[in-house]
C-alpha cells in the first residue's frame, strides 16, 4: 500500500471487537435443535454482559450440520434478548429474496433492536442453493447490487412500514476479491472484508461512484481462536477447525465437477496464521492475536473486526470460555490499538 493510500485512510481509532455465529449442529456431535438455538442466544447475551460490540451471523443452505439458513430471524431473537450489542448479518444471500421482503424483514429487525441492525449481504457462490431457490446462479453479483439498489430507495421513499429506526441502515458487503471491493464502492457501502488488499479498489469505487472517500469503512471476520492455554486447548480446536473447513471444502464443490477436497491439516492452518487463503487459522494468546490483528489492519479503514465464537459445533463449555477470552482480554487491546 502506498504512503498516500495510509494515509487517505483517516485518523487513528481502535478496532471494535465482536463475535460470530454460524449455529452449526455436526452429525457426529449432534444436540437437540432447541438447545442449538437456545445456546446461541446465551452466547450473545454473555457477550453483550461483557462489553462485546456486535455479533454477526452466517447464512448457508442444504449443509448436512443444519447451518444457520435464516440469519435475520435469529437476528430478531437476539435483539429482544439484548439491549446494547449491535447484530450484523455477515452475510445474508441477497438474491434468494425480493427487495420487499429484505426491506421488511430487515426494519422488523432494526425496530425490535432499537436500532442495532448492520445489514451485511453477499452474493452467494453454492450452485445448490441457488437451485434450491430457482434463482440464476449468473446473475448473482447483478441481483445483489440491485437489492442494494432497492433497499435504499424502499427506505428513502418510505415505501415499507415500519420503517427503520436507523436513518440509513448500515449496509456492508461482502464481495471478494479487488472487482469485488470495486463494486461495493460504486455502490456506497461498507466492505466487508478487513484484506489491505481491497481497500484501493474500494476507495477508486467509492470515488467513481461520486461517494466521499472519506466514507469508506470496513468491517470482517478474523479466522482465529484466542486462548490463554493454547497447548491445552490446541488438540479441541484442531478438531474443529478441521471440520469446519472441510465441510465448507465439501459444500463448496457440490454440484460443480471439480474434485472432492483432500481433508485439511490443521497444523498447516495454525502455520500459516492470518492469511487470506482458505483455511488458516490465527491461533494463540491474546497478545499475539491482538498484536497480529492490529498490525494487519494498519492503513485501512478498519472499524469492526469479529472472531467465530464456536468453530464447528464446538462444545458449549469451549465455546464460553472463548467469548470470554475474546471480551475480556482481547477487545480491550484492539480497542487501543492504533489501526488506521
Not at 421482503?101 to 425490535?112: G, K, T
Not at 434463482?135 to 428513502?156: C, I, K, M, N, S
Amino acid at each position: 500500500m502506498t504512503p498516500e493510500t495510509s494515509a487517505s485512510a483517516g485518523p487513528a481509532i481502535g478496532l471494535n471487537v465482536g463475535i460470530y455465529l454460524d449455529l452449526r449442529n455436526p452429525p457426529q456431535w449432534r444436540r437437540d435443535w432447541s438447545r442449538v438455538y437456545a445456546f446461541g442466544l446465551e452466547v450473545c447475551e454473555e457477550a453483550e454482559r461483557l462489553g462485546a460490540h456486535s455479533v454477526w451471523l452466517s447464512e448457508h443452505h442444504l449443509f448436512d450440520d443444519g447451518y444457520l439458513p435464516q440469519p435475520l430471524t435469529f437476528a430478531a431473537a437476539v435483539a429482544a434478548r439484548t439491549r446494547r450489542i449491535r447484530i450484523g448479518t455477515a452475510v445474508l444471500i441477497a438474491p434468494f429474496r425480493p427487495a420487499i421482503e429484505l426491506a421488511e424483514d430487515a426494519a422488523i429487525v432494526d425496530a425490535i433492536s432499537g436500532g442495532r441492525l448492520d445489514l451485511g449481504l453477499g452474493a452467494g457462490y453454492r450452485r445448490p442453493e441457488f437451485d434450491s431457490y430457482g434463482v440464476d446462479f449468473t446473475r448473482r453479483y447483478t441481483d445483489t447490487d440491485e437489492r442494494v439498489r432497492a433497499l435504499r430507495g424502499l427506505w428513502r421513499d418510505s415505501r415499507v412500514l415500519p420503517a427503520p429506526i436507523q436513518d440509513p441502515v448500515p449496509i456492508w458487503l461482502g464481495y471478494n476479491g479487488p472487482r469485488g471491493a470495486h463494486r461495493a464502492g460504486l455502490l456506497g457501502e461498507g466492505l466487508l472484508s478487513i484484506s489491505p488488499d481491497l481497500y484501493a479498489p474500494y476507495r477508486q469505487g467509492l470515488i467513481e461512484g461520486g461517494h466521499d472517500p472519506a466514507s469508506a469503512r470496513m468491517a470482517g471476520v478474523v479466522n482465529a481462536f484466542v486462548t490463554d492455554d493454547p497447548e491445552r486447548d490446541w488438540p479441541i480446536v484442531a478438531r474443529q477447525h478441521a471440520y469446519q473447513w472441510d465441510s465448507y471444502r465439501h459444500h463448496m464443490v457440490e454440484g460443480t465437477d471439480a474434485p472432492a477436497p483432500r481433508p485439511i491439516d490443521p497444523e498447516r492452518s495454525r502455520a500459516a496464521g492470518l492469511t487470506s487463503a482458505m483455511g488458516g487459522l490465527l491461533y494463540g494468546t491474546p497478545d499475539d492475536v491482538a498484536a497480529t490483528i492490529a498490525k494487519h489492519t494498519i492503513g485501512i479503514p478498519a472499524r469492526t473486526v469479529f472472531l467465530w465464537a464456536s468453530l464447528g459445533g464446538m462444545d458449549e463449555a469451549t465455546t464460553i470460555r472463548h467469548v470470554q477470552t475474546i471480551c475480556q482480554q482481547l477487545a480491550p487491546m484492539l480497542r487501543r490499538a492504533n489501526v488506521a
